[in-house]
């Protein structure tokens, strides 16, 4: 069978949107490869036929009308090639073997029956469907520090869910409740079912929303895999929506960045905890866990 394979090179902060545009449209898998600290190649594939024009037009459509919400796609290219396999799927399954974070959390793919032990915080969802799927460092940085940090009586705050992995990890770590928060409206099914998958449903309170903005509730730990521009203008809210000595975590930070937000954070009332980080593709990722001040 032909198949094409569409690769779009866009922004960092618009790649999440362009993910899901490209599985609304169907897409057999969606593949995330980083060129840069600024760009993102996401490739997907689609059965050759008389659609494929209608899909590239519908990409062109929606990566302009990005910047009327705030995104900034540029630079964006649209590449289109025929593929002459029936393995593609196989291989782009193997790009996505079972891995482990940290000292007990392991993440498999639905697909994939991974050998665990009954010590093992199991975390089962499919790679691409929303942002966060345990293969990018910031989400592996935030694995890690939340391993650390999670109590029993913890009510949580996972700000831009995503994929819900965030979430899932809380809630087996322990957590009591947590309120997953996401945005684009395109991933709240997702998380909702990845939730039902993981049997954490019941801790969990989904909602559509913009960070913090509209609500009441205080946590013992808030939690981010977001972009720092993001991050930034969350930080002063913090501190109101947090129970004394609450915990902040965050990620989603370029080495390049952390100076910045270490700065906001401590002008806010927190102390630093800890900082870590990871490079891929010569690309330094941040997490960082602080602490309010009394």
């Not at 995104?71 to 649209?78: E, K, L, N, S, Y």
Request: proline content about 6%; hydrophobic content about 40%.
């Amino acid at each position: 069978m032909n198949w094409a394979r569409i690769t779009v090179t866009t922004s960092q902060e618009a790649s999440e949107a362009v993910a899901n545009c490209l599985f609304e449209m169907n897409a057999a898998g969606v593949e995330f490869k980083e060129n840069s600290d600024t760009k993102v190649d996401l490739i997907a594939y689609y059965p050759l036929d008389d659609r494929v024009g209608a899909r590239m037009q519908k990409l062109r459509d929606f990566l302009a009308e990005l910047p009327t919400w705030n995104i900034q796609p540029d630079p964006a290219t649209i590449d289109l090639k025929h593929v002459k396999s029936e393995k593609w799927e196989e291989a782009w399954k193997a790009a996505f073997p079972p891995q482990r974070v940290g000292k007990r959390i392991l993440i498999t793919p639905t697909w994939h029956d991974a050998p665990h032990n009954e010590t093992d915080i199991l975390i089962q969802l499919d790679p691409g469907m929303a942002f966060g799927t345990g293969y990018h460092p910031t989400t592996r940085l935030s694995l890690e520090l939340l391993e650390g940090t999670v109590k029993p009586h913890h009510q949580v705050a996972d700000i831009g869910t995503g994929s819900g992995i965030l979430t899932i990890a809380t809630v087996k770590l322990g957590a009591k409740q947590v309120d997953a928060i996401e945005l684009d409206p395109t991933a709240i099914p997702v998380a909702a079912a990845n939730f039902q998958t993981n049997d954490v449903t019941p801790q969990v309170r989904l909602s559509q929303g913009d960070g913090l903005k509209g609500g009441e509730n205080r946590y013992h730990l808030i939690i981010g895999n977001i972009l720092t521009k993001v991050i930034l203008p969350i930080i002063p809210e913090c501190p109101s929506r947090l129970h004394p000595a609450g915990i902040v975590i965050f990620s989603g930070i370029l080495e390049t960045e952390l100076e910045q937000v270490q700065s906001v954070l401590e002008a806010n009332r927190f102390e630093i905890l800890q900082v870590i980080s990871e490079t891929e593709d010569s690309i330094t990722w941040v997490g960082i866990k602080a602490a309010l001040r009394s």
